[in-house]
């Protein structure tokens, strides 16, 4: 489903990791860990298109992202649905407006949306947040919004880069929650995070694996974690 082959990215000096083979396969769960600037934002960009290797090859869907032109890239990136480090919305729109967004600018608004909307605010828990506006919204809350938000357009792949990063043990539990649902549902899961307890709290509830990013390399993390 995502397949990096020999993949390497630097910004400009030297590069950031190299020689990346990995293969994400169509319902799997993965964790992306490692100190801090080893990657794990540019390496998670790589897999969803918003960049490309400097060296090898990234495979999306079964297509090489080097070779897709921006059309493309657009249809691609519907079927991987993202939750950004900094959960970015648009603060003059309304929590339902801004999870609605993605639809509006693939044009696929239709009788159903609100229905949609409806039922995606509550599974995330924010029907009473419906008519907020982000600036009003709780650390967690915005996490939710932007869970929501990556998947109103029923993507395949859903990739998160530090979804708990701001929020305590127990947003980050519901967080959890909701992600393992999605891969129950199907829907293959990548997240990048630093929180080793948030890894061991999801190994008892689903079998995901470990990805460790360093020394400019990935690999396999132990059972031990
Ligand atoms: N657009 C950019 N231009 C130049 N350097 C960049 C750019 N984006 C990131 N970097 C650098 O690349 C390295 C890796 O950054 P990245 O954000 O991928 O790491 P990370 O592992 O996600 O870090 P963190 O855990 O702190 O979020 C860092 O040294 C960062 O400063």
């Known amino acids: 489903m995502i397949e990096l082959d020999r993949a390497a990215y630097s910004y400009g000096g030297d590069a950031l990791f ?79 407006d801004n999870i609605a967004l993605p639809l509006g600018v693939a044009g696929k608004v239709s009788s159903g949306t609100q229905d949609d909307l409806t039922e995606l605010l509550a599974w995330v828990g924010l029907t009473h947040r419906r008519d907020a506006h982000p600036p009003e919204l709780s650390g967690g809350e915005r996490q939710r ?29 519901r967080l959890l929650k909701l992600l393992v649902e999605l891969n129950r549902m199907g829907k293959t899961v990548l997240i990048a995070t630093h929180d080793l307890s948030l890894i061991r709290a999801a190994k008892a509830q689903v079998q995901a694996r470990v990805l460790r990013i360093a020394n400019r390399g990935v690999q396999l993390a132990g059972a031990d974690l």
């Open 18 to 96: 190299a020689d990346i083979s990995l293969n994400l396969t169509p319902g799997s769960f993965h964790f992306l860990t490692g100190p801090s600037g080893a990657g794990k934002t540019t390496l998670l960009k790589l897999c969803y298109g918003a960049l490309q290797p400097t060296e090898g090859q990234v495979r999306v869907f079964e297509e090489d992202i080097s070779a897709l032109g921006r059309d493309d890239v657009a249809l691609l990136r519907r079927r991987v649905g993202v939750v950004h480090q900094d959960c970015d919305f648009l603060d003059h729109l309304s929590v339902a």
């Open 145 to 173: 919004a932007a869970l929501a938000r990556a998947v109103i357009m029923s993507p395949d792949v859903v990739i998160a880069d530090e979804p708990t990063g701001n929020v305590d043990w127990e947003m980050s539990q």
